[in-house]
């Protein structure tokens, strides 16, 4: 039938940058790529993966949002890539004990579990081991939608931290960088290979 039961599903292990409308679109493999409909014949999604047990359409469908579509098709024709903001950092998700390790009352926020040399936070002197508690002033309740979040700011912005590190509260600015391409050396590439 097409109908929507769930917007903005991410969690899927889909992809690192995950919005999806979640449907009950008979979605088989091969036919992914075609429109989402709304009743008046509108496109709202592009139909993109389907969960199923039986790997036929018996199952949950994921479309990705028709707006987002038309803005990364925009970057493509303005700019010739899709540009990502980006840390440079690997972010580890904070669980109660760990929240508890750092001397934190709640699980809010990520752990920072590594930072790329030369990368953004290097350069603003994020370290491992310091957990990051809000982003422009917005409080981290999850850390794949933050980096999402991180993902549509523009390269450039100065992006104001909250950190803790050692126990102490600390406030740091950062200026987000541009996610670099992956490097895939061109013997190991598989056909339909893709950067996300």
Do not use: C
Not at 23 to 47: F, H, Q, R, Y
Not at 102 to 130: N, R
């Amino acid at each position: 039938m097409g109908i929507i039961s769930a917007t903005g599903r991410n969690h899927l292990g889909l992809n690192a940058y995950e919005d999806f409308i979640q449907t009950d679109a008979a979605i088989n493999p091969g036919n992914s790529g075609g429109a989402l409909v709304n009743a008046e014949g509108a496109m709202v999604g592009i139909n993109t993966a389907i969960f199923s047990r039986s790997g036929g359409s018996q199952g949950i469908g994921f479309a990705i949002p028709a707006n987002l579509a038309h803005s990364i098709l925009d970057e493509l024709v303005t700019q010739g890539r899709v540009i990502r903001g980006w840390l440079g950092i690997e972010a580890q998700a904070l669980s109660r004990e760990l929240a508890a390790s750092f001397g934190l009352q709640t699980p809010q926020g990520v752990i920072v579990a590594g930072v790329v040399s030369g990368g953004p936070a290097a350069k603003a002197g994020l370290e491992p081991g310091d957990v990051l508690l809000a982003v422009d002033g917005q409080p981290i309740l999850d850390a794949r939608s933050t980096m999402s979040e991180i993902a549509s700011i523009p390269p450039g912005t100065s992006l104001p931290l909250t950190i803790v590190r050692s126990g102490e509260r600390m406030e740091m600015t950062l200026e987000v960088g541009e996610r670099p391409l992956p490097t895939i050396p061109i013997n190991q590439e598989t056909p339909g290979q893709r950067d996300s």
